[in-house]
């Protein structure tokens, strides 16, 4: 009976310590959450010096995500060597004492939320620097463009027209 005891606090024990390490990866991804929006307006400012800045950040937080997850992972994987067969903190939330189990749902939930809005920020910002590179690319094909079939540009009125010349924009004639 004793034995049984100790073993049930160590339960407890474990999944109070699972509680604290949702809890510091879900602050790591609210301050992730925080520093892609700072970043994403970066992008659009076009203010490479903070880009590089947030992005050291970034990895940062990336590398302290990491290893709390490790830990998360090496606690769950005792609980399920103790308990059941189950490897994914979904399937051991059942397993915890009543009093952590709404905790540790929510928590759960909240990692998810805060995952997802990583992935949607993460899509913009590849949106925004995609979109800034095929300006670039186009910006550069217009000065470098030689004899070439006219392309159609705004005129000054904010119609599209085309250029009877060709669109050379520079030079290269000595």
Do not use: C, W
Request: hydrophobic residues 35%.
């Amino acid at each position: 009976m004793m034995n049984e005891a100790k073993y049930k606090n160590n339960d407890q024990d474990s999944f109070q310590i699972i509680s604290e390490l949702l809890r510091e990866e879900i602050e790591v991804h609210e301050r992730m959450i925080s520093l892609l929006k700072v970043k994403q307006k970066a992008i659009i400012k076009d203010d490479v010096s903070k880009l590089r800045e947030y992005m050291q950040e970034e990895q940062t937080l990336i590398q302290t995500a990491k290893s709390t997850m490790k830990m998360l992972e090496e606690r769950v994987a005792e609980l399920k060597e103790s308990k059941t067969k189950a490897a994914r903190l979904e399937d051991i939330i059942p397993l915890a004492p009543h009093s952590l189990r709404d905790q540790l749902d929510r928590q759960r939930k909240q990692l998810r939320a805060n995952i997802e809005k990583l992935s949607r920020i993460n899509r913009e910002n590849r949106y925004l620097l995609n979109h800034s590179l095929e300006m670039i690319k186009g910006m550069v094909q217009i000065f470098l463009r030689g004899n070439e079939e006219p392309i159609k540009l705004y005129n000054v009125k904010g119609h599209v027209s085309s250029s009877d010349n060709n669109n050379k924009l520079l030079n290269f004639q000595i």
